[in-house]
């Protein structure tokens, strides 16, 4: 056995021993979920509010977040953003001072506040949620850009061009929340409260001016409110009722409301500004729900922002499956098991642009039972395949998986995340941070490439299949001019080209289509000298490939999963990717947890503690499994291309 290939066979044994090892008895696996700084703050400063007696959990908190001040005295969302985060550093900044662990005059908060001040103070915030809870905690007026939305949108009728349901379901939970705060100007303080008043200056406040779209959005409300029934006081009072309503159904068994952190902690504000107790029964379950998101790793405590151990349990027990640990192992069976009773049964949101089909996806959390996602329902589906096979409750598992999936297909030809149609430019146009990505929730190539993966893959679909053409002809029309695409939820654009990659191989595109030959051509192109691959989180905001210049373990482990996909030797490239790729799993610098996963540019990514090991696993193993040592032997040897 050649080096490559037998170093390949000792890291996959290495880490299949560690997943196995680390399993837990219901058959998921554990992950930190990581979301910088900025939840821990917002959970400081919600507890002081409410006045929640858990003085450890508030200080391990509020060291964590000082453990990340950088010597500017900002706080970044990772390692190579230039200047570092206003908007994180300001609600670091504030969580440390609520705390009461850190005072006014401790010099690391001077520090922060000469740099804050050096930007131009707390009115250049881009961040719609840190603008939100200064304005709920009374440190600024509501932006303009939430106030000027009115309440009563929340009933206007399907059939108008902007209505509640066109927003996506992300940005809804948390849009519902803060409509009904700014349309009471509701803030609360405490007697201990931080004041921020030296940091806020009017006159730099970005939202005194709206963009044109905005007003033409502004003209498309006008006339809805003109088509509702009713007095201007009775209408009010119904779209407050109403938002209640929504915010209160959709509240998940833990106690959060979606599952998400970040939209929990706003409802508890919004609930307040209702006249909600603060010792509600309904705002102590969602503090207990706040409270049981927290995750200990290394020795310090983070707030998550929704758990990802349906994914991650997913991710493993097929990537454990692709190395050649069996489905019929009890650590496969184990994970099947705990995914089969996560498989979601309720007709949601989702079905509103998806009318009469059966419920049968998955979620991101365990506790996530009413926002299922196209994503977490293929990971759900490759995991559980081999029984679908010989079991009889997998393959009606299956296959309500797999029609869930199906009519999940936007008109377009692509895949959404999480609902169908929810794709209008319009909304985008809102005067919000992020609300290019977060407003709507378009086609996206990573979606449709993992999507049609798993559907040419695992159940043998193929261009015959109309679904399967449409899904090809919308990756084919999005390629990048460079040859490269776009992914939303990963970084970024090696994610997306990944997705693509892989799905159009699986579709049945031939390798020497010139589609698959550019996508593969541009990962080549961008190689870094030492085998690996690395892209910067700043080509989500810039929106074209920015080279992080180091490699990580994530994104060498995709480009290479790509490659391995479309080429039937592996080219020296592949190579010298698979020799980096091994030394980055006994690497432990910064590129270890830079982020991998995105949520909005510029304001809010995910370090995937798992990330690390699923995919240079999977990599690894696709790379025995499709060339196999004497294969593996040829391409040590020059090639010629």
């Known amino acids: 056995m050649n080096d490559v290939q037998s170093a390949v066979e000792e890291e996959i044994n290495k880490l299949t021993d560690f997943f196995i090892q680390r399993q837990h008895q219901d058959g998921s696996w554990h992950f930190c ?293 069996d489905g019929d192992q009890q650590t496969t069976q184990r994970a099947a098991a705990y995914l089969l009773s996560r498989q979601q049964d309720k007709t949601a949101d989702w079905s509103i642009h998806n ?26 589906l490759r995991a559980i395949h081999s029984l679908s096979h010989t079991t009889p409750i997998y393959q009606h598992s299956t296959n309500r998986g797999l029609n869930w999936v199906l009519s999940m297909q936007n008109k377009d030809g692509g895949w959404p995340a999480f609902e169908k149609n929810t794709d209008k430019e319009m909304l985008t146009w809102l005067a919000i941070d992020g609300a290019k990505s977060a407003a709507i929730d378009p086609s996206g190539a990573d979606l449709t490439g993992r999507t049609l993966e798993y559907l040419g893959n695992f159940c043998g679909f193929g261009m015959k299949h109309d679904f399967i053409k449409r899904g090809t002809e919308w990756l084919i029309t999005h390629q990048e001019k460079n040859g490269s695409w776009y992914g939303r939820w990963g970084i970024c654009y090696i994610y997306g080209t990944w997705a693509a990659l892989t799905g159009l191989e699986a579709a049945g595109l031939p390798a020497d289509h010139s589609v698959i030959q550019r996508g593969a051509a541009w990962l080549l192109e961008i190689q870094n000298p030492d085998g690996g691959w690395g892209e910067s989180c700043t080509s989500d905001q810039v929106m074209q490939y920015m080279p992080l210049g180091q490699s990580t373990a994530s994104q060498t482990a995709w480009a290479l999963d790509a490659l391995i996909a479309v080429q039937s030797e592996p080219s020296t490239g592949v190579n010298r990717g698979i020799n980096r790729l091994i030394e980055l799993l006994h690497e432990d610098d910064w590129t270890a947890s830079y982020p991998m996963g995105a949520g909005l540019p510029g304001s809010f990514y995910t370090h995937y503690h798992s990330y690390r090991y699923i995919w240079p696993l999977l990599t690894l193993s696709h790379y025995k499994k499709k060339y196999g040592v004497m294969r593996g032997l040829a391409a040590t040897l020059p090639q010629p291309w």
């Open 33 to 325: 979920f990581e979301n910088g700084i900025t939840l821990d703050a917002y959970v400081i400063i919600l507890f002081r509010i409410l006045e929640i007696q858990n003085e450890e959990l508030i200080r391990e908190l509020h060291d964590r977040i000082l453990a990340e001040q950088q010597p500017e005295g900002c706080w970044r969302w990772y390692h190579d953003e230039a200047g570092g985060s206003l908007s994180a550093t300001i609600d670091a900044y504030y969580g440390l001072l609520y705390s009461g662990f850190s005072k006014w005059s401790d010099e690391h908060m001077e520090h922060t506040r000469r740099y804050i001040q050096s930007q131009g103070g707390l009115g250049k915030s881009k961040s719609v949620l840190t603008k939100a809870i200064l304005a709920a905690t009374g440190q600024r007026k509501w932006p303009a850009s939430i106030s000027l939305i009115p309440l009563e949108i929340i009933l206007f009728p399907a059939y108008l061009p902007i209505n509640l349901y066109e927003f996506s379901g992300y940005s809804r939970i948390h849009l519902i929340p803060m409509l009904i705060m700014a349309d009471q100007n509701f803030s609360i303080s405490t007697e201990t409260a931080p004041d921020l008043s030296d940091l806020n200056d009017s006159r730099d406040d970005d939202d005194d001016s709206l963009p044109q779209e905005n007003r033409e959005i502004g003209e498309s409300i006008r006339m809805g409110l003109s088509r509702l029934l009713g007095t201007p006081r009775f209408i009010h009072e119904a779209a407050s009722t109403k938002g209640e309503k929504f915010m209160l159904d959709r509240i998940e068994s833990d106690g959060t409301l979606y599952s998400y952190a970040s939209s929990t902690i706003l409802m508890v504000f919004a609930l307040l500004a209702l006249g909600y107790d603060k010792r509600h029964p309904i705002l102590m379950n969602a503090v207990q729900g706040l409270t049981a998101l927290q995750y200990r790793v290394d020795g310090k405590v983070t707030i998550q922002n929704s758990p990802s151990t349906i994914w991650d349990t997913a991710l493993i027990s097929y990537a454990l499956q692709e190395s050649g640990v």
């Open 355 to 380: 009318r009469d089909t059966v419920p049968g996806g998955w979620g991101f959390s365990e506790t996530n039972t009413l926002n299922p996602d196209v994503d977490d329902t293929t990971a759900a």
